[in-house]
């Protein structure tokens, strides 16, 4: 959500913060601000809106000092503005901060602070950390002691950076839920909340723990646990193309991404077939976990419809029962886990708040938690029993694309191993089934061929107003995500309903002009949605067929039809995804969109 970006070293900080923020910006944010070390005390520059508007004004104000933090906000406590941008200062300048997360106790420590006289600048959480921090620090006199007073108060997440203005040459950090990463350089040292901030001068890294503490010297950070016990770890390399986080021509990071699904297919399935046998055990995923009785899937957004998906295809391949459930509903519902459950957790970042609660709601039933995660050193990543990484590289388009086809491969994987050792697939059905996933990235290339086709579409229907989706079984799972990502970066009203559904109530909706998407690839129930298709074509709607070829439809009377390749039908999803992202990618652009970064959003919710 909000991006945090720290320096200390011997350049001077501000221009390094700007450039860390501007490699952040993918993530969606409505203002950013800088705070500076100089021989005057803490300067501090914020500006609303656009990052060209704080490099602007920065530009206008030569801040000196080679110690500095920096922060993208995306608002949640008070409204976009320059006043509510971070930093944030107590009230005495002591102590300025920036924030990540959301301190859920903020209403009553802020009332607290004000009955004693304390006046607020802001309406942010984070502000009252500052005056929190200030206090502490204020009483004590030592950073660390501060922090500490001030995490035992604290109830929600955060990741912060902290200035003292007494101690000129270092950065203070502290941690829980929210992530934050120190980047190791020669005679500097650089702080993060995600990687591609800082994979242009190090990867090496360290990362901060939950409750953890750390001081940043230019020399060298130490880390400290919540009782300022020094907590011993060592830098880990970052395997991450720094090419990832550029746009390399590409007019947007979502055509970009959406061009690299076949390699992000093929390097997935790589990673984890050697000699025609599925081998997970990089992963310390031996037979005793691929062979549970239940199967829970729980994630957000993409990931949970990844997670239907794979409902429909572990239940038929492995007939293991499974649910799919969105994480933030999971972790409250009080969840009845049965023995022998294996909870799969799916996330991008590893670091969606509700799927990482998931995890830890899990764990403390005592289920097994297997996470198939896309950012090595994520929290979930590192929370979960086993984790299995998908190898989609850095997803910088705040719409997912990549990533999630590459959770359909790893899922795939586990259903097929599910049912080898489940005893529902021989040896040949598992050889042909492998090496139809393995057609999946050169099928994906001959539709991508076709992108001309979806872009024409798009310029033809960009004053469409309602749009429905509709399929069956896993062809429904398509549906849920073709329909977020039409609505996330087009901002059309777009629903994904259960093709018998419709008629339940939905259809009264139907009118002339409504588009309607019919997707078609199982061959018992293709039927039976093309006559569904008939039915809203009969109400005015236009459609749009959507076919594996070789699916046997019959005939009606869709005015358009695109296909896709044939492929077993279980593994279907990877190709009729892609039309329904390239029609969502045109048509936002087509609507003069910023496609990367739609109204609202941000890359990786770590808030509740
Ligand atoms: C949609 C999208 C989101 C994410 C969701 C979960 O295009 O990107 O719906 O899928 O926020 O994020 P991760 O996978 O990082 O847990």
Redo the contacts with the bound molecule.
């Keep these: 959500m909000c991006g945090i970006v720290g320096y200390i070293g011997k350049k001077q900080a501000a221009p390094i913060l700007l450039e860390g923020l501007k490699k952040l910006e993918y993530r969606g944010y409505d203002s950013a601000g800088i705070a500076v070390q100089s021989g005057q005390g803490i300067e501090i520059v914020k500006a609303q809106g656009r990052l060209s508007n704080l490099v602007e004004k920065a530009g206008g104000m030569s801040l000196k000092g080679t110690a500095g933090i920096g922060h993208t906000r995306w608002a949640t406590h008070g409204v976009p503005s320059e006043c509510n941008a971070h930093p944030h200062c107590s009230a005495d300048g002591a102590v300025t901060v920036v924030h990540n997360g959301i301190l859920e106790n903020f209403r009553e420590l802020k009332e607290e602070l004000a009955k004693s006289g304390y006046i607020f600048a802001s309406e942010t959480d984070t502000e009252v950390i500052a005056a929190l921090i200030g206090g502490h620090y204020h009483d004590c006199g030592d950073p660390l002691c501060a922090l500490s007073r001030f995490m035992k108060q604290a109830r929600g997440t955060y990741a912060i950076a902290v200035l003292f203005r007494d101690f000129k040459d270092e950065i203070y950090l502290a941690r829980k839920d929210s992530p934050m990463i120190v980047g190791v350089g020669e005679g500097e040292m650089f702080v993060a909340s995600d990687v591609p901030a800082i994979l242009s001068y190090t990867r090496e890294v360290y990362y901060v723990d939950n409750l953890e503490m750390a001081r940043l010297k230019a020399d060298g950070a130490l880390f400290y646990d919540l009782n300022g016990k020094i907590a011993e770890k060592q830098p880990v390399t970052v395997d991450m193309d720094p090419s990832a986080a550029e746009k390399e021509g590409w007019e947007h990071f979502m055509l970009k991404e959406i061009h690299e699904q076949p390699r992000a297919a093929a390097d997935t399935f790589r990673r984890y077939v050697r000699e025609g046998k599925i081998d997970f055990s990089e992963a310390g995923v031996g037979e005793e976990l691929l062979k549970p009785s239940r199967i829970v899937i729980v994630?957000?957004?993409?990931?949970y419809h990844v997670g239907a998906a794979l409902q429909y295809v572990i239940e038929e391949l492995a007939r293991i029962p499974v649910r799919v459930e969105l994480a933030s509903e999971f972790r409250y519902r009080n969840f009845i886990f049965e023995e022998n459950s294996l909870v799969i957790a799916?996330?991008?970042?590893?670091?969606?708040a509700d799927?990482l609660a998931a995890v830890r709601e899990a764990k403390a039933h005592g289920a097994k938690t297997l996470a198939v995660v896309n950012v090595q050193g994520s929290s979930i990543a590192r929370e979960a029993d086993h984790t299995l990484f998908t190898v989609a590289g850095a997803e910088i388009a705040?719409?997912?694309t990549k990533?999630y086809s590459a959770q359909l491969i790893v899922g795939y994987l586990l259903a097929l191993e599910f049912a080898r050792l489940n005893g529902k697939m021989g040896e040949k059905e598992y050889a042909s089934s492998l090496s139809e996933i393995a057609s999946l990235p050169e099928k994906m290339q001959t539709i991508l061929a076709r992108k001309e086709e979806y872009r024409a579409f798009a310029a033809e229907r960009f004053n469409v107003h309602d749009v429905f989706m509709i399929g069956r079984g896993v062809d429904y799972a398509v549906c849920m995500e073709g329909a977020?990502?039409l609505k996330?970066v087009s901002y059309v009203h777009t629903e994904a309903y259960a093709a018998g559904e419709l008629k339940h109530g939905t259809i009264s909706l139907i009118e002339k002009g409504t588009l309607v998407v019919g997707v078609l690839s199982r061959n018992s129930v293709a039927e039976k949605t093309a006559a569904n298709l008939e039915e809203v074509i009969s109400r005015g709607a236009n459609v749009v067929c959507l076919m594996r070829e070789g699916c046997t439809a019959g005939r009606f009377g869709a005015e358009t039809v695109w296909t896709v390749p044939s492929v077993a039908e279980c593994f279907a999803p990877s190709l009729l995804v892609l039309p329904l992202q390239l029609f969502s990618y045109y048509l936002s652009v087509r609507l003069g969109h910023d496609v990367d970064k739609p109204r609202n959003l941000a890359?990786?919710?770590t808030v509740e």
Excluded at 299 to 303: D, P, T, V, Y
Excluded at 346 to 352: A, L, N, V, Y
């Design positions: 994630g957000c957004g993409s990931a799916i996330s991008q970042s590893g670091e969606t799927t705040v719409a997912t990533a977020l990502k996330e890359k990786s919710v």
